[in-house]
């Protein structure tokens, strides 16, 4: 179980909220204002709030300068993880990861059976790391992205959670990117 270390500082995150939806509009958003709430209520700033349609190359034009941006360190989406034609987050971003996160999948689902049963396996939540940028896709709904944050966004992105977290990593992400192969190495 986890815990928080109460001997560290919070160590606040800039974190982006994209809403994906052909509906939507900023003043009906209620899943990204959910979110844009709940980050900033835990001491996070909101680097950037947008919406934008269910188009591919739209969603990763906007992720893309996202995922540049030194200003941004994590990405949260809301909406278009569903099964219908127009549900298309996972292919838009899916192939922007340079690490995926099969663990968040897996425990969004556990904390979404716990509320609404078998009806969470329509949803394709997803998530990973690009250029040294998390990245976390929930469904579209208030609930859904309670859930997402409260139940694991909260604390994996807090630097005081122990066993470990999110941000203590975060240093590490791009590491690869840094450090030149060795001479002869072969991987």
Known sequence: MSST????D???LNIAVLTISDTRSLDDDKSGATLADRLTSAGHTLAKREIVTDDVEAIRTIVRAWIADP???AIITTGGTGFTGRDVTPEAIEPLFE???DGFSIAFHMLSHAKIGTSTIQSRATAGTAGATFIFCLPGS???CRDGWDGILAAQLDYRTK???FVEIMPRLD????RPKA???SV
């Open 142 to 144: 208030p609930g859904a």
């Open 163 to 165: 066993p470990c977290n």
């Open 5 to 8: 270390d109460v001997t560290k």
């Open 10 to 12: 919070f160590v606040p």
């Open 175 to 178: 590491e690869h990117l840094r």
């Open 71 to 73: 200003g941004v360190d």
């Open 99 to 101: 690490k995926r996160m």
């Open 183 to 185: 001479k002869g190495a």
